[in-house]
């Protein structure tokens, strides 16, 4: 057990310290609906959302597939326009701007993409200078910032690579030089992980985190993978059916998760397939209250009764440890009510499941 | 039946020919190109939504290019009187080439530039640019290969088009082909210039296809 706990444990460890955020709100989204209307009726991707974004936040927001968070992210910047409610920029309400002061509002807000979005006929060294060139940065000066862009991501020797000759994490880092060139306020990272194998992602969360902390610039991250908040995010949004299910600091939601959706999000990470159960098995959910100790091989001692686990999934957050754990219990029913009995004594909650927990 | 005045008869053909089809296609690309780029942008989906101004152009394109190009080609005899005072030879032909070529050239741009990823047009947009910037920095230079590809194909096209002009005195190697081979039965002639288009035909087709290769940075 404790073994198990200090597996997980190494392979979770966050970064408990919350850097110090200056308490302005960047993006303030209010009463936010999107419809979408296509020919064959209606389809409602967000509806009464509101979200306050601080300057230097590493906002996340988490959803299934569906759920609307691309769209969301998208009104950020207007990509996509919102059918009702508003987005304020830095105080600025922008859905009431006109498309020019709009695309000067957009110097200001950076994007990357699940797929990269680089342009395929451009060098890495010429997808920089493309926003700059947009702006009308004088060329001497953007010539400047693409080398000082290109050392930042790492990739100085890529600078006359096309996309085609790069790796993802590549691709990636060289549209974060992009998203950057206009020294932007905030950076929105649309699924900016999802495509890439777990190291790479690592590295360009490290990336992403080093950014926030070097130059100050709020990032909100899109992500349907819960590992990704967990490893850089300060703040988390549960975005569920088109609207906020939860939000607040990442620490405060793993800790205690009030709806169902941040539940199964947090807790069913990695769980990608369902366990099949023979019988007597329950369902063991550690809290703040409990699992300091190694609980279940005290209560194995205690009770004598054997027990098997299928299942464990816990995080470490704050120095508890959170969580929940299948296990499966003797035939005799004598020493599974005090199996359950010892665990709800130590104010922990277990419940019986069915044939599969998925 | 050879003596030196035949060579000079398809030297001068070969000639026209080229004259007739380089000049219509680089006119029907400045009247198709944008046409063609309009023809995306303006769409439902498109980065500037123009309903009407895409219904207008696409029944335009349709009609245009569903008349037969020799019906065109006699249809339009005024408007050729009007622009070029006559209404034979090969600079005459090529006010019908380029009414023709042109909605063709705007439907091959089209699918050019539809090819090119939502997602990067997404980006650019993202990045602040203006409907202007994202045609000419980024649709334009992103499909450029297949650009290149379409213009061969035109181009190809056009030189069939031009041989047509022949029937009502169009000047070039088609001329020539009707005239001696249809008319006077002179196979040999209708032989040798067959052969000469042909060759032109792959030599364009070729030059296109190489340098949309070289030019593709996709792989």
């Known amino acids: ?358 | 039946m050879w003596d030196s005045s035949m060579t000079t008869l398809i030297v001068q053909g070969t000639f026209e020919t080229l004259y007739m089809t380089l000049a219509s296609t680089l006119l029907a690309y400045i009247i198709g190109l944008p046409m063609g780029v309009l023809l995306v942008t303006s769409d439902s989906e498109g980065i500037v939504p123009m309903t009407l101004l895409n219904k207008t152009l696409n029944i335009v394109v349709n009609i245009t290019r569903s008349i037969p190009f020799l019906i065109l080609l006699i249809a339009v005899i005024p408007l050729t009187r009007l622009i070029t005072g006559t209404t034979i030879g090969s600079t005459a032909t090529i006010v019908p080439l380029v009414i023709a070529a042109a909605p063709f050239i705007a439907r091959l741009v089209e699918s050019s530039i539809k090819e090119v990823d939502y997602g990067i047009i997404e980006a650019s947009l993202s990045m602040g640019a203006s409907p202007m910037q994202v045609v000419t920095k980024v649709m334009i230079p992103e499909a450029k290969p297949s650009l290149i590809i379409g213009a061969a194909i035109a181009t190809t096209t056009i030189l069939g088009y031009s041989a047509m002009a022949g029937i009502v005195g169009g000047g070039g190697l088609g001329d020539i082909a009707i005239r001696f081979g249809y008319y006077r039965y002179e196979t040999g002639m209708m032989v040798i210039t067959v052969i000469l288009l042909v060759l032109i035909v792959q030599l364009f087709q070729e030059v296109g296809m190489k340098i949309a290769q070289k030019q593709d940075r996709r792989k």
């Not at chain 1, 959302?49 to 968070?69: E, V």
């Not at chain 1, 947090?266 to 369902?274: A, K, L, M, P, Y």
């Not at chain 1, 909650?349 to 998925?358: C, I, K, L, N, P």
Request: proline share 3%; aromatic share 4%; with cysteine.
């Open chain 1, 1 to 358: 057990m404790i073994l198990l706990f200090k597996f997980v444990d190494r392979r979770r460890v966050r970064n408990i310290e919350t850097k110090k955020t200056s308490q302005k709100p960047i993006i303030e989204i209010k009463a936010l609906g999107k419809t979408f209307r296509p020919k064959s009726g209606e389809v409602k991707a967000l509806e009464g959302i509101n979200l306050s974004i601080n300057q230097g936040d590493i906002y996340g927001i988490i959803g299934m597939s569906g759920a609307g968070k691309s769209t969301l992210v998208r009104c950020i910047n207007l990509l996509e326009k919102p059918t009702s409610g508003s987005v304020f920029i830095d105080g600025q309400d922008i859905s009431k701007i006109t498309e020019k002061e709009l695309r000067t509002v957009r110097y200001s807000v950076g994007m990357i993409f699940q797929q990269f979005n680089l342009l395929m006929q451009r060098t890495a060294e010429k997808n920089i200078l493309f926003p700059l060139e947009i702006a009308g940065v004088d060329k001497e000066t953007a010539k400047k910032r693409t080398a000082e862009l290109l050392e930042l991501v790492g990739l100085p020797d890529k600078a006359k690579a096309y996309p085609s000759q790069l790796s993802g994490g590549q691709k990636q880092r060289i549209a974060i030089a992009r998203a950057l060139a206009n020294n932007p306020k905030i950076l929105l990272c649309d699924e900016a992980t999802s495509a890439l194998d777990p190291s790479t992602t690592n590295s360009i969360l490290k990336l992403l985190k080093e950014i926030n902390q070097k130059l100050g610039i709020t990032i909100v991250i899109i992500t349907h993978e819960m590992s990704v908040v967990e490893q850089i995010c300060s703040h988390v949004a549960i975005i569920d059916k088109s609207k906020i299910a939860e939000d607040g600091e990442v620490e405060d939601i793993f800790r205690n998760p009030k709806t169902e959706i941040a539940k199964k999000m947090i807790f069913s990470e990695g769980d990608q397939g369902s366990v099949i159960m023979g019988r007597n098995t329950y369902r063991v959910v550690f809290d703040e209250k409990s699992s300091s100790d190694s609980v279940i091989a005290k209560m194995v001692l205690e009770t004598k009764c054997l027990v098997n686990i299928l299942h464990a999934d816990m995080k470490n957050i704050d120095g508890f440890a959170f969580g929940q754990m299948v296990i499966q219990l003797p035939e005799d029913e004598l020493s599974v009510a005090r199996a359950v009995h010892y665990l709800r004594s130590h104010q922990i909650t277990v419940e019986e499941v069915g044939t599969h927990v998925g």
